[in-house]
């Protein structure tokens, strides 16, 4: 039985539960082409020409996390550390430890939009469900960026290659992109894109992981 299926060509949106697809991946392997009907995070329905409705249980589960700390140098220059979790079942990723440290520079810093430019190393520990227990070394190289429109509505957008320092010609890539619009003091909307491009994945398994998100964002500070 399926476990879990891979949206090709279209977008997830969660928790909202709005799928569009041009086709979907089983993890055996099969292929369904059709139009999403609906997910309740368990069970996807999905209309084909050739099966008509079609139901598969399935499970996307990923998790993203982790801390950052940055501190100022001069009023250009700063240093930073930061330490990333993920879980990816999608590329089999059962947990990665990615800590990092660097410089960053600011090549703008307004009130309305700040630029930085990011530099430094990290070390990736990759475990993946398949047994296999990867460690290592990478260049970090990256810029961020952010952007207020109005007194309500933001963006953010920060993109980070890391080349592989221990196996040459490999590497990764993460991008992230959010919309935030203020609805209340405590409350916002967001929309986030996120991508994740690894060169080197375990066999089967396709090297971006491209996901959309949109929902509400909680804000506790006063």
Known sequence: MCRWVRIVGGLAAFPASLLLADQVILKNGDRLS?????????????????AGEVSVQWEADFMRGGVNYSRNVTPRL?????????????????LRVAPAGGFGYHMLKTEAATHDLLGGAS???????????????EALLGQELTRKFNRVTRLSERLVLFPNLTARGAGRLNFDTSLVTT?????????????RFLSNPVPGRRKNDILFTTG?????AR
Not at 34 to 50: C, E, N, R
Not at 79 to 93: H, I, P, R, V
């Open 123 to 137: 070390l990736n520990r990759e475990h993946f469900s398949t047994g296999l227990r990867r460690t290592s070394g």
């Open 78 to 94: 700063h240093t930073f550390g930061s330490t990333d979790l993920e879980f990816d079942q999608f590329q089999s990723l059962d």
């Open 34 to 50: 059709g139009k999403i009907l609906q997910s309740d995070g368990k069970v996807l329905t999905m209309k084909s020409d050739f």
């Open 216 to 220: 509400l964002r909680l804000s506790f």
């Open 183 to 195: 609805l209340r003091r405590w409350l916002a909307w967001q929309a986030t894109v996120s991508d």
